[in-house]
């Protein structure tokens, strides 16, 4: 189930970052910060402590999308 909403998530996140309209490529960071919560949980029981540390990186690297295209 984890790694299915990470593919959904993860998808959908890369095409909207891309995409050509910045209406739309401001949801980008929040389907990346969807699936963090995925990432953090299949890191976590699979014992891959890289993962969860890069899991955090991305985390803050999307929440810095979320406040510039939604807080500011």
């Known amino acids: 189930m984890d790694q299915i909403a990470i593919a959904l998530t993860g998808v959908v996140a890369i ?8 209406n739309r490529r401001k949801y980008a ?7 963090q919560p995925f990432w953090f949980y299949s890191a ?3 014992g891959q402590r890289g993962v969860l540390v890069l899991s955090a990186f991305y985390t803050m690297g999307w929440a810095r999308g979320v406040y510039n295209n939604w807080v500011k």
């Open 15 to 22: 095409f909207l970052s891309q995409d050509e309209s910045a």
């Open 29 to 35: 960071c929040l389907f990346g910060l969807a699936s």
């Open 44 to 46: 976590y029981t699979a």
